[in-house]
């Protein structure tokens, strides 16, 4: 079986601070599936370190107020182009993360405050089908 998998649970220094959220359970299906990586900010166009962003609405602004929304939306088409070329299982994506997260995102303040919503890229896989879970509803 294939899964999708957010590259920072795989330990890839990918995440905003240049750091990473390795998950030694994600990493243990590895065993038995093939777990393909995509990292929709870094995959869209972003650096690393890069300035933390949050949904607003439909727009994605840096705590810098630059909009981001583009890199976000292209890095999540590739993370959709990979599911259907790969014809994933299902995805785990990084809990809470304005790209990654699903069901529970910060709500745009940066204020860490979570409200119910999907981060763009598994806003994009769920509507097309695929089904998304986190390391924290595994
Ligand atoms: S975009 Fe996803 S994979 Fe990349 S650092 Fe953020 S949460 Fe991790």
Redesign the pocket.
Known sequence: MKILV????LGEN???KGDN?KNEKVIALGKEHELIG?????DGGLCTPRDPAERVGDKVISSAGRDVTEEYRR?AEIALRTAKRENVAYCI??AK?P??GCGRIYDGTFSGKLVEGNGV?SELLLKNGFCVKTEETL
């Open positions: 957010s590259r920072c649970l990918c995440r905003y959220c995509v990292c929709p900010e870094t890095g994506f990084k993360s790209s990654c890229t």
